[in-house]
């Protein structure tokens, strides 16, 4: 069972079907999933995408340069993880916002210490922006806050109950992974989290579970200590 997570969330699943803007229906769900957790006893940080809002990279071609780009996807992160702050305080969890850059009176400007704080009190943290740095994803930046905060693990929800070895939604075929290791999922190229996050997990090393976010028994069964999504390890 896990006690402290830090759970990584797409920003597509926050825009409900269509993948963009905020569906406010789906925010629901989740924080009261999320919610329901944290009532249980287990501490839980949260980094959410932004390509609900915007994607870093689809600013390259478009008339922004990378840096611009990826900056503008950290700002997407922060909209998100306030929405999710928001919902989450509607379910009676104290839930508080950290940046990776200064952003008062926003959000407060994240130290470890202090968002270790909130978990411990039995809130949830939102650590939004990133590493702060343009050229990483939130995949890296969510790695890197598992590390610095002593997370047991990091739960990835997706729109797909595991890992495979091609994405299954466009290939029936697909065979699915009930456990791995970093290192073929490095070698392999799986796509699932960027080739960083899985190197900066290993040396932790701190175990990532990929699972399906839409169903709504995963999240508590693998805290619990279950079988859901699939368990990528050392």
């Known amino acids: 069972m896990y006690r402290r997570v830090l759970l990584k969330l797409s920003g ?10 905020i569906d406010v229906e789906y ?8 919610a329901a957790a944290v009532r249980e006893g287990h501490q839980m940080a949260i980094v959410t995408g932004g390509g609900n809002i915007f994607r870093g ?22 909209i998100n993880s306030l929405a999710l702050a928001g919902a989450l305080r509607s379910e009676g969890i104290e839930a508080e916002v950290f940046t990776a850059t200064p ?28 590493t702060g740095n343009p050229y990483f994803s939130t995949d890296s930046g969510a790695a890197l806050r598992a590390l610095e905060l002593g997370a047991e693990a990091v739960l990835k929800g997706t729109r797909v109950d595991g890992v495979y070895d091609k994405d299954p939604l466009k290939n029936p075929d697909a065979v699915k992974f009930d456990e791995l290791t970093f290192e073929k999922a490095i070698n392999d190229r799986l796509k699932v989290m960027d080739t960083t996050a899985f190197a900066l997990c290993e040396q932790g090393p701190v175990p990532i579970v990929v699972f399906n976010i839409n169903d709504p028994d995963a999240l508590l069964d693998i805290l619990r200590g279950g079988k859901a999504g699939t368990l990528v390890h050392a």
């Open 27 to 34: 925010l629901k769900v989740f924080s009261h999933r999320i």
């Open 12 to 21: 597509e699943r926050l825009g409900g079907q269509e993948g963009r803007g």
């Open 57 to 78: 990279l689809q600013g390259v071609g478009k008339g922004f340069d990378r840096v611009t780009g990826d900056r503008m996807g950290m700002l997407a992160t922060v």
């Open 103 to 130: 952003m008062a009176p926003i959000a407060r400007y994240y130290d470890r210490d202090s968002a270790l704080a909130v978990l411990k009190r039995g809130g949830v943290a939102l650590l939004a922006g990133g």
